[in-house]
T-cell receptor
Framework: AAGVIQSPRHLIKEKRETATLKCYPI?????VYWYQQGPGQDPQFLIS???????DKGSIPDRFSAQQFSDYHSELNMSSLELGDSALYFC????????????FGNGTRLTVT | KNEVEQSPQNLTAQEGEFITINCSYS?????LHWLQQHPGGGIVSLFM???GKKKHGRLIATINIQEKHSSLHITASHPRDSAVYIC???????????FGTGTSLTVIP
């Protein structure tokens, strides 16, 4: 069965560069969530989308933006990268917003040098 | 203060032991998830609960909405259960996530 696909798996960027992370949800899943997990830290909710509209926002820096496209894939754009942005970025999808099972991608490991 | 608190933070058990991980939350929720994160970082959703109890194999999850508390139980623990277990709740709007601090479980053969 198709799972949530994230790309790239690994990304190395320098400070002040820009990065784009992609998330392809399971087919017919209309909700996407983004999380950030720093080294040795708990996951932090960044942002979520439902039906191509932003539905909620967590601790997402202003330097980050995200959107969900017509095919329901989502992209997280990160600009002016800082060393502290080095983290594992997870995406999860679900077929609805409430009481729906979550399916996680394998994450993108971003390293900022 | 975290909206979701887990205990214990670290747990070491002998193979075969019964394990309980607790989760308390302070916000109104529409659902609660128990997640398992393996050392490589991959996250798997074990359970989604909005009431009562669910069982899957050796895993049992319960939730008490009135007390804002959930527990994850592992019966007959096995070394392959070694992982970080994270409690996550979805807020009433259905979109905001709050994560617990995670419980690092090590099961020794």
């Amino acid at each position: 069965a198709a799972g949530v696909i994230q790309s790239p798996r690994h990304l190395i960027k320098e400070k002040r560069e820009t990065a784009t992370l992609k998330c392809y949800p399971i087919p017919r899943h209309d909700t996407v969530y983004w999380y950030q997990q720093g080294p040795g830290q708990d996951p932090q909710f960044l942002i979520s989308f439902y039906e191509k509209m932003q539905s909620d926002k967590g601790s997402i820096p202003d330097r980050f933006s995200a959107q969900q496209f017509s095919d329901y894939h989502s992209e997280l754009n990160m600009s002016s990268l800082e060393l502290g942005d080095s983290a594992l970025y997870f995406c999860a999808s679900s077929p609805g917003t409430v009481n729906s099972p979550l399916h996680f991608g394998n994450g993108t490991r971003l390293t900022v040098t | 203060k975290n909206e979701v608190e887990q205990s214990p933070q670290n747990l070491t058990a002998q193979e075969g032991e019964f394990i309980t991980i607790n989760c308390s939350y302070s916000v109104g929720i529409s659902a609660l998830h128990w997640l398992q994160q393996h050392p490589g970082g991959g996250i798997v959703s074990l359970f989604m609960l909005s009431s009562g109890k669910k069982k899957h194999g050796r895993l049992i999850a319960t939730i008490n909405i009135q007390e804002k508390h959930s527990s994850l139980h592992i019966t007959a623990s096995h070394p392959r259960d070694s992982a970080v277990y994270i409690c996550a709740v979805i807020g009433l709007t259905g979109n905001q996530f709050y994560f617990g601090t995670g419980t690092s479980l090590t099961v020794i053969p």
